[in-house]
Nanobody
Framework: QVQLVESGGGLVQAGGSLRLSCAAS????????MGWFRQAPGKERQFVAA????????GYAGSLKARFTISKDNDKNTVYLQMNSLKPEDTAVYYC?????????????????WGQGTQVTVSS
C-alpha cells in the first residue's frame, strides 16, 4: 500500500511558477513509476507528466513539455512537478499517482495509487 500526499498548490498570477510535491509512504517508492494528472472543473482527468522508477525516463503531454518538469527523489520518497510560465488554462486540481510496474505511463488506468490532489489556480 502506498499513500500519496500532494502539496505546493495555490494561487499564482499568469506567468508565475509553482512547484508541486508529492510525498509517498512506503519503503519501495524507488520501484514505482510516478505520474501527475490534472482535472479542471467540468473536464476529464488529463495526463500531465510521468517518470519511471529510476527517474531517468520522463514523458509529458505534448503541450506542456516546454513549461513543466517532473523529477523524482528516491531518497526523499518524493516526486515533483515544476510548473513555469503558468497560464489560466492550467487551473485545475493536480493529482499524483503511483504505478507499480515502474514504467510511469500516460494512461490513468495504469496507476494503482492516487493522492487527494492539490488545487492550482492561475489568475489572468
Amino acid at each position: 500500500q502506498v499513500q500519496l500526499v500532494e502539496s505546493g498548490g495555490g494561487l499564482v498570477q499568469a506567468g508565475g511558477s509553482l512547484r508541486l510535491s508529492c510525498a509517498a509512504s512506503g519503503r519501495i517508492f524507488s520501484s514505482y513509476g510516478m505520474g501527475w494528472f490534472r482535472q479542471a472543473p467540468g473536464k476529464e482527468r488529463q495526463f500531465v507528466a510521468a517518470i519511471d522508477r529510476s527517474g531517468r525516463s520522463t514523458g509529458y503531454a505534448g503541450s506542456l513539455k516546454a513549461r513543466f518538469t517532473i523529477s523524482k527523489d528516491n531518497d526523499k520518497n518524493t516526486v515533483y512537478l515544476q510548473m513555469n510560465s503558468l497560464k489560466p488554462e492550467d487551473t485545475a486540481v493536480y493529482y499524483c499517482a503511483a504505478d507499480r510496474s515502474g514504467r510511469g505511463a500516460a494512461r490513468a488506468t495504469e496507476y494503482e495509487y492516487w493522492g487527494q490532489g492539490t488545487q492550482v489556480t492561475v489568475s489572468s
